[in-house]
């Protein structure tokens, strides 16, 4: 009973493709997020959405599109991938955007753009 | 703004031996904080978090934490490491966005602890 999962684990693709990473969470949470860690383990957030309206959106290109469909789900597309995009993308939830919730992480999605 | 500065990229100890991993913040509210650790290749998972109730933060795995607001500190200890226990650690600190009321939480660049027989 995986709390926040996400799809791929790997994702091996070539400069320039499109790709899409799907997170879904099962703990009934309100709030969603997308993070990424850089090779030097440096966590940034990028995205985050409550009840699938975007609340958060951090200086990121507009190659990266979040979108959630409800609020059980929030998924990342990348248009024209970058070698620099290479890095692992976490996803994590929060029953509200409050800052006094903990969030919790899906297992990481590990990009690597050749 | 908020930032979090953890003072030791990495920390090497013995097995057995006590363990201090070090965090200083800043905000600009009263902040909530947070120990996070990531096993190699896995997720994020919560230790322990501050939310303005005691100081003293007892968390999982026998880790403790204790805010300091005169130092604007969150240091993290446990009194005997385990071989378990290596992993990389983040210091984590949250506001809430007034405008947006997101949980914007701000990582620290994280710690690596190396337990040694």
Request: net charge neutral; glycine share 6%; proline share 5%.
């Amino acid at each position: 009973d995986t709390a926040v999962s996400q799809t791929p684990k790997y994702l091996v693709t070539q400069m320039g493709n499109d790709k899409s990473i799907k997170c879904e969470q099962n703990l009934g949470h309100d709030t969603m997020y997308w993070y990424k860690q850089d090779s030097k383990k440096f966590l940034k957030i990028m995205f985050s959405y409550n009840n699938k309206e975007l609340i958060i959106n951090e200086t990121v290109p507009n190659r990266f599109s979040p979108k959630s469909p409800d609020k059980a789900h929030l998924n990342l597309h990348i248009n024209s991938l970058e070698l620099g995009d290479s890095a692992v993308y976490f996803c994590a939830s929060s029953p509200r955007p409050s800052g006094n919730y903990e969030q919790y992480f899906g297992p990481g999605t590990r990009l690597t753009v050749t | 703004a908020q930032s979090v500065t953890q003072l030791d990229s990495h920390v090497s100890v013995s097995e057995g031996t006590p363990v201090l991993l070090r965090c200083n913040y800043s905000s600009s509210y009263s902040p909530s904080l947070f120990w996070y650790v990531q096993h190699p290749n896995k997720g994020l998972q919560l230790l322990l978090k501050y939310t303005s109730a005691a100081t003293l933060v007892k968390g999982i795995n026998g880790f403790e934490a204790e805010f300091k607001k005169s130092e604007t500190s969150f240091h993290l200890t446990k009194p005997s490491v385990h071989m378990s226990d290596a992993a990389e650690y983040f210091c984590v600190v949250s506001e809430t966005e007034v405008t947006g009321g997101g949980n914007k939480l701000t990582f620290g660049t994280g710690t690596q602890l190396k337990v040694e027989l």
